[in-house]
């Protein structure tokens, strides 16, 4: 009984030495900065819009907390989204506006390996629009007078990670309307590419 105490002892030792010496190696918390593209469309309920998708891009700061394979990520973004829109009489439309946007997000990592990851995840997203602009017809415009401002969206996505470097390829979708009179929706691809500082 003795002999198996001291083993169990032993074991639950090195567990603990290798436990210390691999966080020693590699923090747990990451702080890096990120940029991109994004295309972004909105949905809308009304017969005489149809959205497409508008070219745009992003940058910002990003936060992970490595738990094992699984992982916590935050991040703070600037937008610059565009999508235009076909109307019905035969015109277009283009609106763009900016965003601040703060995704956190939960991912695992499907392959881990000391210099390698391969991750999938999914999360929530905060959006505070601002100066948004829209030109097209005045009707149109009256329609995106009463811009939400604020808009909770859900993402998800995959990943890669080599050394300090981390590319994500993600699609994230609104949940709220951005012109309530419309109904429209803010429904984006975005391939961010940033890289950890720590």
């Given at each position: 009984?003795?002999?198996?105490f001291?083993s169990?002892?032993?074991?639950?030792l090195?567990?603990?030495?290798?436990?210390d010496?691999?966080?020693?190696q590699?923090?747990?918390?990451?702080i890096?900065?990120?940029?991109g593209?994004s295309?972004?469309?909105?949905?809308?309920?009304?017969?005489?819009?149809?959205?497409?998708?508008?070219?745009?891009?992003?940058?910002?700061?990003?936060t992970r907390?490595d738990i094992?394979?699984?992982?916590v990520?935050?991040?703070?973004l600037?937008?610059?989204?565009?999508t235009s829109?076909?109307?019905?009489?035969g015109s277009?439309a283009?609106?763009t506006?900016n965003?601040?946007d703060?995704p956190?997000?939960?991912?695992?990592?499907?392959?881990?390996?000391?210099?390698?990851n391969v991750?999938?995840?999914?999360g929530?997203?905060?959006?505070?629009a601002?100066?948004n602009?829209?030109?097209?017809?005045h009707a149109?415009?009256?329609?995106f007078i009463?811009?939400?401002?604020?808009?909770?969206?859900i993402?998800g996505?995959?990943?890669?990670d080599?050394?300090?470097f981390?590319?994500?390829l993600?699609?994230?979708?609104g949940l709220s309307?951005?012109s309530?009179?419309?109904?429209?929706?803010?429904?984006s691809?975005?391939?961010?590419?940033g890289?950890?500082?720590f």
């Amino acid at each position: 009984m003795k002999q198996h105490f001291l083993s169990l002892s032993a074991l639950l030792l090195c567990i603990t030495c290798s436990v210390d010496i691999q966080a020693q190696q590699t923090p747990a918390f990451h702080i890096g900065v990120k940029g991109g593209t994004s295309f972004t469309k909105t949905s809308t309920e009304s017969s005489l819009l149809e959205g497409k998708y508008g070219f745009g891009y992003q940058a910002g700061v990003m936060t992970r907390m490595d738990i094992g394979r699984l992982y916590v990520q935050g991040e703070a973004l600037f937008n610059k989204r565009k999508t235009s829109y076909d109307i019905k009489d035969g015109s277009s439309a283009k609106l763009t506006w900016n965003a601040i946007d703060i995704p956190v997000v939960i991912g695992y990592k499907v392959v881990k390996a000391d210099e390698f990851n391969v991750r999938v995840f999914a999360g929530g997203v905060y959006s505070y629009a601002f100066n948004n602009k829209i030109s097209t017809s005045h009707a149109i415009q009256e329609g995106f007078i009463k811009f939400d401002k604020s808009n909770i969206g859900i993402t998800g996505g995959v990943g890669v990670d080599y050394k300090n470097f981390t590319v994500d390829l993600r699609y994230e979708t609104g949940l709220s309307n951005i012109s309530k009179d419309f109904k429209s929706k803010p429904h984006s691809f975005s391939l961010g590419i940033g890289y950890f500082l720590f």
